[in-house]
């Protein structure tokens, strides 16, 4: 992560390097497909594509009970990858939640209209934190270099097209920026 | 995608409850009694009573719903909760059915793990996305878990 506080506890000082040894060793015993080398995973995946959303103005509901909800209307934007490529229809949007910890739950629904007209729709659930300069920043709407703070996603699809329906078979994570005019988001698909 | 290893997870399953054909697909219910997890950060065990509610879609796609505790050895619990997909081909699915072993590499076992714990120690887990890669063994699965950075 890329602020030091979130990272987890250190494993205290007398942490066994046996048992850390141990855990780095144990998903090759597991047959993992992921190579394991000194405690850093490779963990394997392609891009999916670059998603580029626009948003109208928030609805800021305020305090509700889960905490602070905002909704984000989706007004348009686009997406390319290697695979497909198009534009976002309006309709969606962004169900924002900043809970009570400080961590902003992202809950998003819209539909993706490939180039040669295929509909995707696609959610996803996420997570944005950082340090409170950061986010304030970002709250005023500047731009802020996305490593110091945390957005990832993990979106999913839905297609009846044959050609996507590859999109209906993967488990995707999505790393984020917040931007003024909207976020972008930079999907792997994971092998 | 950058990643490090956040737990090994072990559950343990008795026969499921098949519960045959419903609206959206084929319906499985898992129940899980107990298991282990163990990685550099925490370690622990799963307590029984959560489960796997299975769904075999039309595509042949198996969606897992996976909800369970976990305990770790000093106390603290942690709700667990993931979100997967498993597919392959049909006679590698067809092997997994029979309670054999067949190596996770030849079909496709992903799932999204989300936490939840109030134990101040634990709170990372409250704020990372992770991503978890399954191994289908014939007493319950194993699933190596990676907090994605």
């Known amino acids: 992560m890329p602020d030091s506080e979130n990272e987890g506890p250190r494993p205290p000082s007398g942490v066994r390097r046996r048992d850390v040894l141990k855990a780095a060793v144990a998903p090759v015993l597991a047959g993992a497909t992921w190579a394991v080398k000194g405690g850093e995973t490779v963990m394997n995946s392609r891009p999916l ?31 390319e990858g290697p695979r497909l490529r198009g534009k976002i229809l309006p309709g969606g949007g962004d169900w924002l939640l900043l809970r009570s910890d400080d961590v902003l739950e992202l809950d998003l629904r819209i539909t993706l209209e490939t180039d040669d007209q295929a509909l995707v729709y696609m959610t996803f659930q996420g ?30 699809f839905e297609t009846s097209t044959e050609k996507y329906a590859f999109l209906n078979r993967i ?12 976020a972008v988001h930079r999907i792997d698909e994971i092998l | 995608m950058t990643s490090r290893l956040l737990m090994t997870l072990q559950v343990v399953v008795p026969p499921p409850q098949k519960l045959g054909a419903v609206p959206q697909g084929t319906r499985v219910i898992a129940p899980i009694t107990g298991g282990t997890f163990e990685g550099p950060r925490l370690r622990g ?3 029984p009573g959560g489960g796997d509610w299975t769904l075999l879609r039309s595509d042949g796609v198996l969606e897992l719903d996976l909800r369970i505790t976990l305990e770790t050895d000093d106390g603290a619990s942690i709700g667990m909760s993931s979100f997967g997909i498993r597919h392959g081909p049909p006679e590698v699915l067809a092997a997994l059915a029979r309670g054999e072993s067949v190596d996770p590499a030849r079909y496709y076992f992903r799932t999204a793990p989300r936490f939840e714990t109030s134990a101040p120690p634990y709170a990372f887990l409250n704020r990372l996305i992770a991503i978890a890669s399954g191994d289908r ?3 319950g699965p194993i699933y190596t878990i990676e907090e994605i950075l």
Do not use: C, N, S
């Not at chain 1, 948003?55 to 889960?66: D, S």
């Not at chain 1, 997570?127 to 990832?152: C, K, N, Q, S, T």
């Open chain 2, 45 to 47: 065990k799963v307590l």
């Open chain 2, 137 to 139: 063994r014939p007493g």
């Open chain 1, 49 to 79: 594509m670059t998603v580029r959303i626009t948003a109208a103005p928030p609805q800021k509901l305020g305090t509700v009970p889960h905490g602070t909800r905002t909704v984000v209307p989706v007004t348009g934007g686009d997406f």
């Open chain 1, 171 to 182: 488990v995707a994570v999505g790393v984020g920026e917040a931007r003024p005019d909207g």
């Open chain 1, 127 to 156: 997570l944005r934190h950082g340090p409170p300069d950061a986010i304030a920043a970002l709250g005023r709407g500047e731009v802020v270099d996305p490593a110091r703070y945390y957005f990832r996603t993990l979106p999913r």
